[in-house]
């Protein structure tokens, strides 16, 4: 395989999962459809900053602990099942009537947009596996290899990055009628009942084989 075929079809692969529906898109979409673009959009590219920096360690050889060490993988796998518990309940007892104009505590920062999307990421071990057993796959004969993962890194990140932001796009001509307060309400309940799911689910689930 060439380093073109191999851009090429990692390419190819990594946009097919990135729009398959999962817990990032989720997180995205839900507020997007709340009315705040400029969230949604940081939170998009904290979760592709999450998968940029697995992608960097895995090309550096770090990221293959987690594929043989049960004690670093369960470390981080009850870390992101407590963090995705946390987001969840916060959503499901005090769901949302409204989304302020003005910024209020009901509106993220910029920050805490960016960090939550960046930790929904970081904090999911099936991530670091998954770019462990799906890089290699990708990778030429006679490249070096922590430049050429970084690249395979980078361009999953901008994928994701491309994805967010046409599903941030897609949702304003519905916006206002998305923003009403049963929609709100149902929206937050029902994200956060996808979140304490996939929490429960990875508190529960073993390391892959």
Do not use: E
Not at 32 to 48: H, K, T
Not at 57 to 71: C, D, E, Q, R, T
């Amino acid at each position: 395989m060439t380093t073109w075929q191999a851009l090429l079809l990692f390419t190819a692969a990594a946009g097919l999962l990135t729009i398959t529906p999962g817990l990032d898109t989720m997180l995205v979409l839900r507020t997007a459809i709340a009315g705040n673009s400029r969230a949604a959009l940081l939170a998009g590219a904290g979760i592709c900053s999450g998968c940029l920096v697995w992608g960097l360690l895995v090309s550096a050889g770090l990221g293959a602990v987690f594929s043989v060490s049960a004690i670093a993988y369960d470390v981080l796998r009850i870390a992101g099942a407590v963090y995705l518990l946390w987001l969840g309940a916060q959503l499901l007892l005090k769901p949302r009537d409204s989304v302020a104009a003005a910024p209020s505590p009901a509106v993220p920062s910029d920050a805490q947009s960016f960090r939550r999307g960046l930790l929904t990421n970081l904090l999911n071990p099936k991530v670091g596996v998954f770019y462990v057993s799906f890089l290699p796959q990708f990778i030429p004969a006679g490249v070096n290899l922590v430049a050429f993962g970084s690249l395979l890194a980078a361009i999953h990140a901008l994928l994701g990055v491309l994805w967010f932001a046409a599903l941030t796009l897609a949702t304003r001509p519905l916006s206002r009628w998305l923003r009403r307060p049963m929609l709100v309400r149902a929206l937050d309940r029902g994200t956060g009942a996808v979140f304490v799911l996939f929490g429960l689910r990875l508190a529960t689930s073993g390391r892959p084989a």
